[in-house]
């Protein structure tokens, strides 16, 4: 009796063990078949069961799936997506599963043990399709995995791996898996016993002579061998029936090596461990008898049955994830291409045209049927051969084996005809059929017009498979250009052919019929073996050892650079997408490896950015050469470096920065031109307010934006810019809600005296965010985008307040600072970054050389020594919006402000910017004034007297924007250190200074002698005055960034409060002078001051470096110098 009716009749004890075992094992993986959790890299746990061969220290997991999820476990090279892909569900009838890609050893454990043969001797019984077969979730640790782990490990992977068969004595040879052929037999059909007896003669007369018994004596069940042909024949992953033609398929009329591939090929594809082992065993018997049949009649090698069945090895050795059955299949490839070859079977003249006639019936219609069916089954099986061929290609990084100029036959028929099951039904099917009575193209032609994919079946697939051959050739001449020394020989002819590539694939694309999801993945794969060099990428990840991956690194460094890279990257996602909404039966063999291959990509395109950017970063902004410019700060190595922060990072926070100004002077602008309003309605009771206790609204407002900041840079200084900027805009966002339900002037005084604070950082911390981003070559222009802003938000203010209060309420004027302030508060929350972070400090010295006269030395290489640690925990998005930093010393820094006021540069940018200020701020309250009485009378449009402004904001901008940067560098080659000093700037502002002062006067000119055109006259002095007004930010701020750079911010509070109680003064009492003395006595004084504080500029264009050097024992850190 069998052990597992023993088991169910509980008469052995031991038995009945085996048998509880074998059900658990039907219904779940065992602990002992999960891989067990590394304990660091290339250590294997040795408290934990695992299966080892006696040559390997490396543990074999035989469970089928080895599944993804827990892959990166063992492997330390792969990239994190295997483990973070959903876990495998329970399988289903005909679902094929691969083994883990990269597993740390593929060697087949081939012996049945106990357990195998319980379970298999159970099947007898009841054959195991029909059930669910066990789930694959797999429930073991996840551990992190280690991108710093050393290429030996990686090497040390990749010899255990699949890509590498080490041959072995006494192991690897066709006999090792003989013993998986015996186990104990059920009852037999005696209809079906001859199958089953050809098939055992086969194994007989391959096997040893003592294994020759036991196979005997427990060869396979007639049930389970159908079963299994049932399961290959069914299987999604197989696809047999588009390639055998089941109306006419019989086991009883094909080769019993064949028939012997066939069951293998279904038991290799199934999900049961005991019941792969035993495809493999038959596959290796019926590999070896196709080759004694091959010897023993060499018709054989243009006979169909034979042809089919040396392919069927080919592909279940190809995807079987043994590194031994992978090697031969791959070395055997080429023996089968030549059989077709030297048999016609890629011309196209060898395939005849098989048609029904309307007249043909019965016994001559069966033999044209079936004439038909076998050209048809050789064409299909050609066409397999060449996907088979082009898919190891690309899955193993080899030649392909056939030429795409050579494919001139025809293409398959369609499905309608291959799946008609009778004679009767292939001849209505094939006179219905408009395609029938057309020539079928060739691949050829399939591939030359594009017109033939919504027409046959097979055209999509053909034109990719013959795209890949084209593909390849790229990749081999770009492999040989990067390795060349005449690079730009081939340039031209590489990026011509690259192109035409790319446009083909997506010709194809767009006029190929909806893809499926395996062909998608397919396609996608080639377009990043088109942009990537895979094959360098797997030297690097270790494949051939640490020589070689060494070699490919520098290859790889600079790929990472090109846009190549980032197409590749891309194309990976896709894969992955697709890859997701495979069904599970369909992500193995060709598929799981273009999976392997996209997260490749991932991986060492994230790990090869890494290690570079971890390299030895440039200690300056522009690293010095016998032209260039040595520029500071120096950044650190740590990645949490503000200055090592990607380039697109910065943009965002320098264009988040800019909108903040922007918004904030938008508030507080926008009221002037709605004064006149104001002042003509009850709207904040009667009688309604004058026109001078109105400005009380704008004063107020610029007075606290600039004062507030006395209490936010500290904090900005204590507990980060990120928290400081946020809680402000907030501040803003319930202030202007707050104006908008105002009703009297006494609450709306309030309200704007709260949106004036809440205002504050963004004259202050804001440009000291962009400071902490940007190298000193840099600042000038980020700083000129800054100050754009800023100038705009005043007179864009100034410009729709009148419209906004005219058209829609005086409510909405404040209703849009909300929507504005929180469209801020949105835009930095989520790019914002923290900026506060403490640089350590680096000691520069020069080389002798610079002592020596000429120009060649005065670019002499500079020499920092830097503190900086070697290595620094890992700096991810999410941490970069950290919501609090901490710097102990919160008293010292609300001391600071004052302290500042001891240096000489903040002076001289507190006069700039309050004058300049000061005058646009009159000018944008008096102006709407003038306007709207006679001789002007402009009514709502009389924020039309700002346009001045924003013609000379754009010029003024523009003008900074290319000038700052370019006398920065200029001068600092005429240094002989070859560094900009600070005072470099300053030139850059000195013209646009007294362009300032020349339209205060200009505009109390005009609006002391109105006229009918006297309107210009007032657009061009404010638009001088806002040409001026770009130079006070952009290039006063850079000079104290650079002249005091731990005390930047400091500096900015000592320069906005200054310019906010010199706006305020000037604003507050301007109404009434106006009202009494006209404009031309303000704003004459105005401009008299202007001209002073732009006249300070010079002794310290000339003496400041001697200012900074007498003043640097104040600077903490010698910033100064």
Not at 464 to 488: C, F, I, N, P
Request: aromatic fraction near 10%; charged fraction near 15%; include cysteine.
């Amino acid at each position: 009796m069998s052990s597992s009716t023993t088991a169910m009749n509980g008469q052995d004890e031991d038995t009945g063990t085996l048998a509880t075992r074998t059900r658990k094992r039907t219904m779940s993986i065992t602990n002992e078949m999960r891989p067990p959790p590394n304990i660091g890299p290339g250590f294997i746990s040795i408290d934990r069961p695992s299966f080892e061969d006696s040559t390997h220290s490396l543990p074999f997991f035989d469970h089928t799936l080895s599944n993804f999820d827990e892959t990166p476990n063992h492997n330390p090279f792969l990239p994190d997506y295997f483990r973070n892909m959903p876990p495998f569900e329970a399988f289903l009838s005909g679902q094929a599963t691969p083994r883990g890609i990269m597993d740390l050893s593929f060697d087949l454990d081939i012996g049945l043990t106990d357990l195998d043969l319980g379970l298999l001797d159970q099947y007898n019984f009841q054959v195991p399709f029909a059930a669910d077969t066990p789930s694959t979730d797999a429930q073991g640790a996840e551990h992190t995995l280690l991108e710093s782990d050393s290429v030996p490990v990686r090497t040390e992977a990749f010899k255990q791996s699949i890509w590498r068969y080490l041959p072995q004595r006494h192991k690897d040879y066709s006999g090792a898996e003989q013993a998986n052929l015996a186990y104990t037999d059920s009852e037999k059909d005696s209809h079906r016993r001859s199958h089953r007896d050809r098939l055992l003669a086969l194994v007989l007369g391959t096997c040893s002579p003592e294994n020759v018994r036991r196979i005997a004596s427990a060869f396979p069940s007639i049930e389970l061998l159908d079963g299994l042909i049932q399961y290959f024949l069914t299987s999604p992953a197989l696809d047999a029936q588009s390639w055998f033609h089941l109306p006419t398929f019989s086991p009883s009329k094909i080769s019993p090596e064949l028939l012997a591939c066939i069951v293998s090929a279904g038991a290799a594809t199934t999900p049961d461990t005991p019941l792969r082992k035993l495809g493999f065993a038959l596959h290796e018997a019926s590999r070896i008898g196709q080759a004694r049949a091959f010897e023993e009649d060499n018709t054989a090698i243009r006979d169909l049955q034979h042809v089919r069945n040396f392919f069927l090895q080919l592909k279940v050795g190809m995807w079987s994830g043994i590194s031994r059955k992978m090697e031969i299949a791959e070395s055997f490839l080429q023996p089968l291409l030549t059989m077709l070859r030297r048999g016609g079977r890629f011309r196209g003249s060898t395939w005849k045209e098989v048609s029904p006639s309307p007249d043909d019936h019965g016994s001559p219609l069966e033999e044209k049927w079936h004439e038909w069916v076998d050209q048809e089954s050789y064409l299909r099986l050609v066409f397999r051969a060449f996907e088979l061929d082009r898919q190891s290609s690309m899955a193993l990084l080899k030649p392909p084996l056939i030429s795409y100029a050579e494919m001139q036959l025809p293409l398959p028929s369609s499905n309608t005809l291959w799946q008609a099951k009778s004679a009767t039904a292939w001849k209505a099917a094939y006179l219905d059929s408009t395609q029938a009575v057309q020539k079928r193209p060739s691949a050829i032609e399939c591939f030359l017009d594009l017109d033939h994919l919504g027409r046959h079946d097979h055209a999509s697939s053909t034109y990719l498979y013959m795209m890949w051959g084209m593909v390849w050739e790229y990749r081999q001449m770009s492999t040989l250009a990067v390795r060349s020394h005449s690079k730009d020989n081939n340039s031209l002819i590489l990026s011509s052919r690259y192109q035409e590539l790319t446009k083909q694939l997506e010709d194809f694309r767009v006029s190929s019929p909806p893809l499926t999801k395996s062909l998608e993945i397919t396609m996608e794969l080639m377009l990043l073996h088109l942009n990537a060099p895979l094959d360098d990428i797997q030297l690097f990840a270790g494949i051939e050892g640490q020589e070689e991956a060494r070699a490919a690194y520098p290859i790889l460094r600079e790929w990472t650079k090109t846009v190549s890279a980032r197409q590749a990257l891309w194309h990976a996602g896709q894969i992955l997408r697709a890859a997701e909404g495979l069904p599970k039966s369909l992500l193995c063999n060709f598929n799981a490896i273009a999976v392997y291959h996209a997260g490749l990509i991932l991986w060492g395109y994230k790990f090869i950015k890494r290690s570079a950017s971890e390299e030895h970063l440039e200690w300056t902004a522009s690293q010095t050469s016998h032209d260039e410019i040595r520029l500071v700060p120096q950044p650190s190595a740590d990645p949490a470096d503000p200055l090592n922060l990607p380039m697109w990072r910065k943009l965002m926070m320098l264009f988040c920065m800019s909108v903040h100004p922007f918004v904030v002077n938008v508030t507080s602008a926008s009221l002037s031109s709605a004064l006149p309003i104001y002042a003509s309605t009850p709207v904040l009771g009667l009688p309604p307010k004058g026109f001078s206790q109105l400005t009380y609204l704008v004063a107020v407002n610029i007075l606290l934006v600039g004062v507030s900041n006395l209490w936010w840079v500290p904090l900005a200084n204590t507990f980060g810019r990120r928290p400081v900027i946020l809680g402000s805009l907030l501040l803003l966002v319930l202030t202007s809600m707050w104006a908008g339900l105002a009703t009297s002037f006494d609450n709306l005084l309030a309200a704007r005296l709260f949106m004036g604070i809440a205002g504050g950082p963004a004259d202050a911390v804001s440009p000291d965010v962009v400071g902490e981003i940007f190298f000193v070559h840099q600042r000038g222009r980020a700083m000129a985008i800054y100050t754009v802003f800023l100038a705009m938000g005043s007179v864009f203010g100034g410009l729709s307040g009148g419209y906004i209060v005219a058209d829609m309420g005086l409510p909405w004027l404040h209703w849009m600072n909300v929507l504005l302030s929180a469209i801020t508060f949105a835009l930095c929350l989520v790019f914002q970054a923290e900026t506060l972070y403490d640089r350590p400090q680096t000691t520069v010295t020069f080389s002798d050389s610079t002592e020596k006269s000429g120009i060649e030395t005065r670019e002499a290489v500079v020499v920092a020594d830097s503190a900086t640690p070697s290595s620094y925990p890992k700096f991810t998005y999410m941490r970069s919006l950290r919501l609090y930093t901490y710097r102990p010393g919160i008293a010292q820094k609300f001391l600071a402000p004052y302290k500042v006021l001891r240096l000489p540069g903040v002076w001289l940018v507190s006069g700039w910017y309050a004058g300049l200020v000061g005058l646009i701020v009159t000018m944008s309250t008096v102006g709407p004034q003038l306007v709207a009485a006679p001789p002007y009378l402009w009514g709502k449009n009389v924020g039309l007297v700002n346009v001045g402004g924003l013609i000379g904001s754009f010029l003024g901008g523009v003008y900074t924007y290319f000038i700052a940067d370019f006398t920065t560098k200029r001068l600092a080659k005429k240094d002989r250190h070859g560094f900009s000093e600070p005072e470099s700037r300053l030139v850059t502002a000195l013209p646009a200074l007294f362009i300032a002062t020349g339209g205060s006067l200009v505009f109390g000119f005009v609006g002391d002698n109105p006229s009918p055109t006297g309107w210009v006259g007032l657009q061009f002095g404010v638009g001088m005055v806002s040409f001026g007004l770009m130079q006070a930010p952009s290039v006063g701020f850079n000079y104290l960034i650079e002249s005091y750079s731990s005390v930047s911010g400091d500096c900015f509070v000592a320069v906005t409060s200054a310019r906010a109680v010199v706006a305020f003064a000037w604003t507050f009492f301007v109404g009434d002078w106006v009202h009494h003395s006209g404009t031309a006595e303000p704003f004459g004084i105005f401009g008299m001051l202007m001209g002073l504080f732009s006249l300070m500029t010079i002794p310290v264009l000339i003496w400041g470096k001697r200012l900074r050097i007498w003043t640097a024992k104040w600077v903490p850190e010698g910033s100064a110098l």
